[in-house]
């Protein structure tokens, strides 16, 4: 009978609904990327229109999603970054031209579909790519295998996609022009304002959010070769938030950082050249940790630097890789012997809950999934009731791709309910024999069919690397905790700042895991806590 309860409370926690659905906090670069996504979108699609390609639309839709990737990066980084992501966009979509070319048969969509939905999740987790991860490779290659093509409109189709990639890029690049340093703006307000919802409301989530953010702002700033005296006025308020987190105090100087650190996420975010309100000893102690800092940076590493780590052991991203493949397989040929016109989509839906990295975020994902995509359709039933010319099925594609954009950091759900719609669209237009109402209730249990697949792998297939990761983490913040202690400088408590992280991640993913080592994960958190609250880590400004 122990067992049994035991049994049932690691289900219970592991199948937790708790924060699935909720909205989380996002500051700021909203409305720049909603604007920027639906005009690449308008742009290409418009484009096609006039030329009386119409065709050519959904090809040209998948080189659009370059526009989704590398929102907050450095202008630097999103080059390298969107160059590889759009000529993985155009290599899937070729893929899947030809392999509706060549073969023609269903299964065989399918399993190129599970080999890109692999590759996809590798370079997402090599790369650090974000949301929406390998998902947007998997779309492609299936839009383009299930569409019916001849092999002289392959080379058409691949350059399409690229051109509408190439768009994108240029679109994402623009910014440079007028807001050069917006990207290390946007990380150091996010940074100020993250401490400022732990100050106001503190504990174990908003601490790791500010330690999350923190980071983030010193590896954006950090990254800047040549900085300039704006750089030096964010490090300077970067550093000025860290020695808030990292020292104590009362609950009234509590309440003072709060007011002033949302103050100067304002001025961050809107004045032109903010300025740090430091005394000279504070302007002196945070000057000398940020050259030492910077002396001791580790750059990013390459693409092929990053390509190579992400499979070194104890990497969770093998088994991940694994997960995927297997689902999407599963999934799609589960979806081809049911007879569903559109089976891509189910591994499409497979590979969405798969890009989480264990089962509780993966279950979190599946509801989000069904749960934005029932109230898609309710959407698109709605919109879908008046008959749409080409131009208009387009302008709607860029309202949905712009709403999108604006609620999907709140919730991948929110998200969902007008990427439905927006699916149903593009279906639409590439196949202008069949209406959207009648795809909505194939979308619908495809969708269903993938997710569940996507769990049920992801609960049978074990990451036992996740064990390994989460020591390899803990021993890495004992190390950095050890220099602190020993009298460490800035450059050690930077060290520290990015262990911390790193094993609140660790913990994060082992813990969602079956079969996590309940001794192995209180031991984590124990060094975590003292990490958290090191003797000496404080910078003592104005000393």
């Not at 065709?55 to 989704?68: K, N, R, V």
């Not at 069919?449 to 803990?474: D, F, H, T």
Request: hydrophobic share 50%.
């Amino acid at each position: 009978m122990n067992y049994l309860w035991s049994f049932l409370g690691a289900v219970s926690r592991l199948l937790s609904v708790r924060g699935a659905l909720a909205p989380r906090p996002v500051h700021g670069n909203v409305w720049a990327t909603a604007v920027r996504a639906g005009l690449s979108v308008a742009l290409v699609l418009g484009a096609l229109y006039a030329a009386g390609h119409v065709e050519l639309i959904p090809y040209a839709a998948m080189g659009c999603f370059t526009c989704l990737y590398a929102r907050d990066e450095t202008y630097a980084r999103r080059r390298v970054l969107l160059l590889v992501v759009g000529a993985a966009l155009t290599l899937s979509v070729a893929l899947g031209a030809l392999t509706q070319v060549l073969v023609g048969h269903t299964l065989a969509a399918v399993v190129v579909a599970s080999l890109v939905a692999g590759g996809g999740k590798y370079l997402s987790d090599a790369l650090a790519l974000g949301a929406p991860a390998g998902l947007m490779f998997v779309f492609a290659v299936g839009v383009a295998a299930y569409n019916p093509l001849d092999a002289a409109q392959v080379p058409l189709v691949v350059a399409t996609t690229a051109g509408a990639g190439a768009v994108c890029w240029l679109l994402a690049q623009a910014g440079a022009l007028a807001w050069a340093a917006a990207p290390e703006r946007l990380a150091t307000a996010r940074a100020l304002a993250a401490l400022a919802r732990h100050l106001r409301r503190p504990g174990p989530a908003t601490r790791a959010g500010a330690e999350e953010a923190l980071e983030r702002a010193w590896s954006t700033l950090l990254s800047v070769r040549r900085p300039g005296p704006l750089h030096r006025e964010l490090e300077l308020l970067t550093a000025r938030a860290e020695d808030v987190l990292t020292g104590g105090h009362s609950e009234l100087a509590r309440a003072r950082a709060c007011a002033e650190l949302s103050e100067l996420a304002r001025r961050v975010r809107r004045e032109r050249r903010p300025q740090a309100v430091l005394s000279r000893g504070e302007l002196r102690t945070f000057s000398g940790w940020v050259q030492q800092m910077r002396s001791h940076h580790r750059q990013v590493p390459s693409v092929w630097g990053a390509l190579g780590g992400a499979w070194r052991r104890p990497s969770p991203t093998p088994v991940s890789v694994v997960r995927i493949v297997l689902a999407c397989l599963v999934a799609g040929a589960g979806a081809w012997m049911l007879g569903m016109g559109h089976g891509y989509w189910a591994a499409v839906s497979a590979g969405s809950v798969l890009q989480a990295a264990n089962v509780t975020t993966t279950w979190h994902r599946t509801l989000q999934r069904a749960g934005g995509t029932v109230v898609g359709m309710v959407l698109a039933g709605a919109l879908f009731q008046a008959d749409y010319s080409v131009l208009g099925v387009i302008a709607l594609v860029v309202v949905l791709q712009m709403g999108a954009e604006l609620v999907v950091a709140l919730n991948y759900s929110y998200g969902l309910v007008f990427v439905t719609p927006l699916t149903l669209a593009l279906s639409n237009l590439a196949q202008a024999g069949g209406g959207a109402q009648e795809l909505a209730g194939e979308r619908l249990w495809a969708t269903v069919l993938g997710a569940l697949v996507g769990l049920a792998v992801c609960a049978l297939v074990p990451n036992r690397s996740l064990a390994q990761y989460l020591e390899q983490a803990r021993a890495e913040c004992e190390a950095a905790l050890e220099l602190v202690a020993g009298g460490g400088g800035a450059h050690e408590r930077r060290r520290l700042g990015r262990s911390v992280v790193a094993l609140s991640r660790a913990l994060d993913l082992a813990a969602g895991e079956p079969g996590s080592e309940g001794d192995r994960i209180a031991g984590a958190r124990r060094v975590l806590e003292r990490a958290r609250f090191p003797a000496g880590a404080r910078v003592h400004a104005g000393v």
